[in-house]
């Protein structure tokens, strides 16, 4: 399909392409950056409120998790697709979805970390009189830390992921680079846009794994000793 | 890249179409994409199963590998396909093995193995001691403690896992069209192509209600494919 001296012109990486075309490489680096920021930040904000009335009310627990598991099993190229009538092929197209499939995972762990909080804990600090909303945020939410932050590096890493799909609707950072790449049969865009996906996936799992063992020195602590 | 666009006239209805039995037939017809998807989804689901299986069930049986595990767990939700696919469609090109399918068909078989090998490893890991200790104490061979006890103990958290690489396989394979190839993905590409909404609605409706099915069908294989006894004991462990 593609001639010989196409070929040889044609390397899988052709590294002037960095220099030449870093302009265009950082752009997607950063709308890349966005979009995962505004998808798990928007997922975030929505879990909070789902995990707090799954744990006010236990009756909740099971349709918020059948929720929250249908939406992540909906294929990404027809959740993106669907919205598209509706919002066009804007950002907002491309950042329910994403933030759609953090949910699941998000909802569990919130969920999970406040249920780990014993019930002594929670005692001890009613009976120092502290205020319930005191309570949760000083006591039971750094205690639900470790949790909520293992939650948060997957969401983030498959939300990076996913943003790549969502060039499909004219937005989605590097996988833009990606399309480009193909619609032109020239490698390097592609090369180069789907190891820097990776890679920052890898970069902000890191980031969020040190940030988690800032916030939450404690956890840490009992480590060095034992 | 030569694709052929699927013809739908703009002003056709998403339902109308979905209903004409034409835009089912031919070559460029939905059966045939549908065809080409289910096919490529059940080989990677078939491959993964027959390599994953047998590998997990060996390591959680002589217990090795435990480390693994936990890695493979955050590992599972984090493979970017679409920039897997990506990177390997050039790498496929110049080694002379074509656009299709290949870079698909090694990122669906990267996405399909963790789930399978999870659920075999950890319904095999926690099986009742107790009975492989009973079953050993009455003269097992280590292959029939593994065959006659743990599998058959094991059998519907493995399907559960072979359910969960067959959905998300299934949910993924869209990207396929946008990668050079076809599939059931090809009406959302060629609807965002033409502008033309009503096909990618019917197109994204396609995909899901595929995944949907996907689901349910092997929902449906799970609880006909065991035997009362193991089902009972069973329906806790089931994801």
């Given at each position: 399909?593609?001639?010989?001296?196409?070929?040889?012109?044609?390397?899988?990486?052709?590294?002037?392409?960095?220099?030449?075309?870093?302009?265009?490489i950082r752009r997607a680096l950063v709308e890349h950056l966005e979009l995962t920021v505004y998808a798990v930040?928007?997922?975030?904000?929505?879990?909070?409120?789902?995990?707090?009335?799954?744990?006010?009310?236990r009756w909740m627990v099971t349709p918020i998790n059948g929720f929250t598991a249908f939406l992540y099993t909906i294929p990404?190229?027809?959740?993106?697709?669907?919205?598209?009538?509706?919002?066009?092929?804007?950002?907002?197209?491309?950042?329910?979805?994403?933030?759609?499939?953090?949910?699941?995972?998000?909802?569990?762990?919130?969920?999970?970390?406040?249920n780990s909080v014993s019930p002594e804990v929670r005692e001890a600090a009613d009976g120092m009189g502290m205020t319930?909303?005191?309570?949760?945020?000083?006591?039971?939410?750094?205690?639900?830390?470790?949790?909520?932050?293992?939650?948060?590096?997957?969401?983030?890493?498959?939300?990076?992921?996913?943003?790549?799909?969502?060039?499909?609707?004219?937005?989605?950072?590097?996988?833009r680079l990606i399309l480009d790449g193909l619609r032109r049969t020239f490698w390097t865009p592609m090369t180069i846009g789907s190891s820097l996906s990776i890679l920052l996936a890898l970069a902000l799992d890191g980031l969020i794994l040190l940030g988690g063992r800032w916030l939450t020195p404690w956890a840490q602590r009992g480590r060095g000793v034992l | 890249m030569m694709i052929a666009q699927a013809a739908v006239p703009r002003d056709i209805g998403v339902l109308e179409w979905l209903f004409d039995s034409t835009s089912w037939t031919g070559?460029?017809?939905?059966?045939?994409?549908?065809?080409?998807?289910?096919?490529?989804?059940?080989?990677?689901?078939?491959?993964?199963?027959?390599?994953?299986?047998?590998?997990?069930?060996?390591?959680?049986?002589?217990?090795r590998g435990e480390v693994s595990v936990s890695w493979l767990v955050t590992l599972s939700r984090a493979i970017p396909t679409f920039a897997v696919a990506g990177?390997?469609?050039?790498?496929?090109?110049?080694?002379?093995?074509?656009f299709e399918p290949w870079p698909i068909f090694i990122a669906l078989?990267?996405?399909?193995?963790?789930?399978?090998?999870?659920?075999?490893?950890?319904?095999?890991?926690?099986?009742?001691?107790?009975?492989?200790?009973?079953?050993?104490?009455?003269?097992?061979?280590?292959?029939?403690v593994l065959f006659r006890v743990e599998l058959a103990l094991a059998t519907s958290v493995i399907l559960a896992g072979v359910r969960v690489a067959a959905v998300t396989v299934v949910a993924t394979e869209p990207i396929r069209a946008f990668l050079g190839g076809d599939g059931l993905g090809r009406y959302v590409r060629d609807g965002l192509g033409q502008n033309n909404d009503g096909l990618v609605i019917a197109g994204a409706m396609l995909i899901a209600g595929l995944a949907g099915l996907t689901a349910l069908s092997f929902r449906s294989v799970e609880r006909f494919a065991l035997p009362d006894g193991v089902r009972r004991l069973a329906t806790s462990a089931t994801r």
């Open positions: 399909m593609i001639p010989l001296l196409a070929q040889a012109a044609n390397p899988i990486v052709r590294w002037e392409y960095f220099i030449d075309e870093w302009d265009q930040a928007l997922g975030l904000i929505v879990s909070a409120g789902l995990a707090a009335i799954a744990l006010r009310y990404s190229v027809a959740l993106f697709g669907i919205l598209v009538p509706y919002f066009g092929l804007s950002r907002l197209s491309a950042v329910l979805p994403l933030a759609a499939y953090t949910l699941l995972i998000l909802v569990t762990n919130i969920v999970a970390g406040f319930p909303a005191r309570r949760v945020f000083q006591v039971e939410l750094p205690l639900a830390m470790p949790y909520i932050i293992a939650g948060l590096r997957i969401a983030v890493v498959s939300t990076v992921g996913l943003v790549t799909v969502a060039a499909i609707i004219g937005q989605g950072g590097l996988g | 070559t460029d017809g939905i059966l045939s994409s549908l065809g080409d998807t289910v096919i490529l989804c059940a080989i990677v689901v078939v491959i993964a199963t027959i390599t994953m299986v047998p590998l997990a069930s060996w390591l959680a049986h002589t217990r990177l390997l469609v050039p790498i496929s090109l110049r080694s002379g093995w074509g078989l990267l996405l399909a193995l963790p789930p399978i090998f999870l659920n075999t490893y950890t319904a095999i890991q926690q099986v009742d001691p107790g009975a492989v200790d009973a079953a050993r104490a009455m003269g097992y061979s280590e292959t029939e």
